[in-house]
């Protein structure tokens, strides 16, 4: 019997799995299923290396209605198995497993003759099975190109719309899902729709970031901007959390989004991981590293944080990118001195984990557990994680990977799609992603009881705001309730004053501009 073996704080976990319909083999779609035992140990796992639960049998859709037939089959059967569509594995807590069940291999869609990334002037047909860099590629043969990325682009296209597919350039255009025009999805009972904002848009909203629960998403409409050619790829390192945050937040306010950066993201470096961790990365040389190090010592800070920002430019923009850059950099609190600069193309900038992914390859440190944790956190609370989590609860730690934490606006997000923004009623919030690995075993059992004092601490905080929140607002209605009733009172002895009263104030309202800026 095949079973699921999760780790969970260093322990195996078995859990059993039941046997498939024997009808599923007469389907039309039988000779494209695999049960052979190295076909699914190859789907048993994800980039995670913390669950493992190995399916029933894989499918190799030749095209979306092969998905169709097999969900059908599964929604009509006495006893439904699970489904689950597989982009590249790169999960890090089985999601894209399917235990006792069946894993659709996403990418054997584009395994036919035809293309399936279609260009068009404004915006691109991709099929979800497709990787991120070859949309990239693709699009940049005619001058164009998506405008929200993942830092990572050997993630597949449908999978980054399950989640949200958020990164630098996503406090300007929203989630990579507020930029998807139409989708194909195969729904829960095997049907086959085509959906957008105006058509079927209940299965459109919920399947933008719905993690695979409202159906498989088999074609995105995405839409495309012009592509710059260059990029300069700048960081820069602060010692002190409050500056560095007023500058994080003043480059994705409106005022300076427009003229500033492209990009704008950012790391919290740990005094060990910099004492302790690699001499150079694919960015940083090992003098700049060491540099770096000295500041943390100078300084006192347990951390350093490192603003990643880029401004992306062209032919003709080429010879004024130093004098925008410069005066971008002038309004920012940055320790003087401590920038550094790269001009890459854009396809090297958005290209640029990969360099890291082969560095961590070649010393065995990437095929290793990832007890990844991701957090959205609201603007007013970011200082209190902070110190709470980051300089208390991480700060003697020493693990590898990295911390990042950037801002994102919230008016951005769409709130009808199923990945929404923090409910904080704040105008920005935070990503903060712990994306460390376990490259010893004991490690991950640390990590994951980490995670969970990370969590606890949030949980706690989100407990007692929301009690302080509540006290206050009880407090404010106590204390005006006197006032309301003399108020009532006095309204129903005055109504034909304050009528007048009113309307005064309506017709000043009126002739206030809506935006004083443009008169
Ligand atoms: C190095 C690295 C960097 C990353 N950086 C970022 C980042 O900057 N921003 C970001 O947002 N994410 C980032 N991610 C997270 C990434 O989006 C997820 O790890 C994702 O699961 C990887 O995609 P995949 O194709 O391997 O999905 P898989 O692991 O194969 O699929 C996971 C699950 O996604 C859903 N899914 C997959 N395909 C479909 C589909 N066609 N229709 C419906 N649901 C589907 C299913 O629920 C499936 O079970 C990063 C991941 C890695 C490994």
């Known amino acids: 019997m095949a079973s699921i073996v ?8 078995h859990m059993p799995a039941g046997g498939l319909p024997h009808d599923l083999f007469a389907l039309g779609i039988a000779s494209n299923i695999r049960i052979d035992r190295n076909s699914t140990a190859m789907a048993s796992s994800d980039f995670g290396r913390i669950v493992e639960a190995a399916p029933e049998a894989i499918l190799h859709p030749a095209t979306p209605s092969d998905i169709a037939a097999l969900i059908r089959f599964s929604a009509s059967s006495p006893a439904p198995f699970p489904v689950s569509p597989r982009g590249q594995g790169h999960s890090v807590r089985g999601q894209s497993l399917a235990p006792g069940g069946v894993i659709v291999d996403m990418p054997a869609l584009g395994r036919g003759h035809h293309s399936r990334i279609n260009v068009s002037a404004d915006y691109v047909d ?98 495309l901007e012009q592509a710059p050619k260059r990029v300069r790829w700048v960081r820069l390192a602060y010692s002190d959390v409050a500056m560095f945050t007023r500058d994080q937040e003043l480059l994705i306010s409106k005022r300076a ?25 694919p960015f940083f040389s090992e003098a700049d590293i060491n540099r770096i190090a000295g500041l943390a010592s100078q300084s006192g800070s347990s951390a350093i944080y490192i603003m990643e920002v880029a401004m992306y430019y062209n032919d003709s923009t080429a010879s004024y990118v130093d004098k925008k850059l410069e005066k971008v950099l002038h309004q920012l609190s940055f320790v003087p001195g401590f920038v550094f600069t790269k001009d890459v193309t854009y396809v090297q900038f958005l290209d640029r984990v990969r360099d890291e992914e082969q560095v961590l390859r070649s010393a065995g440190l990437w095929d290793v557990p990832h007890p990844w944790l991701n957090l959205f956190i609201p603007r007013s609370r970011i200082i209190d994680f902070d110190t709470g989590v980051i300089k208390h609860l991480l700060g003697g730690t020493n693990p590898m990977g990295v911390i990042l934490r950037y801002p994102m606006n919230t008016v951005k997000w769409d709130d009808r799609m199923t990945a929404m923004a923090p409910l904080a009623g704040e105008d920005m919030f935070y990503t ?88």
């Open 257 to 281: 989004s427009q003229a500033g950066f492209d990009y704008v993201e950012g790391q919290v470096q740990l005094n060990r991981t910099l004492t302790e961790g690699p001499k150079s990365t």
């Open 126 to 223: 991709a099929g979800s099975e497709q990787l991120w860099i070859d949309v990239l590629h693709a699009t940049l043969e005619q001058g164009l190109a998506p405008r929200v990325w993942t830092d990572y682009l050997r993630i597949t296209v449908g999978d980054t719309l399950s989640k949200a597919g958020i990164g630098g350039q996503a406090f300007r255009h929203g989630p990579q899902i507020a930029n998807v025009q139409e989708l194909d999805v195969v729904t829960g009972t095997g049907d086959m729709v085509t959906c957008s904002r105006e058509k079927s848009s209940d299965l459109f909203f919920a399947a933008l970031g719905g993690l695979g629960q409202f159906g498989v998403i088999t074609r995105a409409r995405i839409t």
């Open 6 to 13: 999760s780790m969970v704080t260093g322990q195996l976990r």
């Open 432 to 519: 903060v992603g712990l994306l460390r690995s376990a490259v010893v075993a004991s490690d991950l059992a640390l990590l994951e009881r980490e995670n969970q004092t990370v969590l606890s601490f949030c949980d706690k905080e989100t407990k007692w705001w929301a009690a302080a929140a509540e006290k206050a607002h009880a407090e404010a209605e106590k204390a005006h309730a006197p006032a309301e009733k003399a108020h009532a009172e006095a309204e129903k002895a005055h109504a034909p004053a304050e009528k007048v009263g009113m309307m005064e104030t309506a017709d000043a309202l009126e002739m206030v501009p809506s935006n004083p800026e443009s008169q």
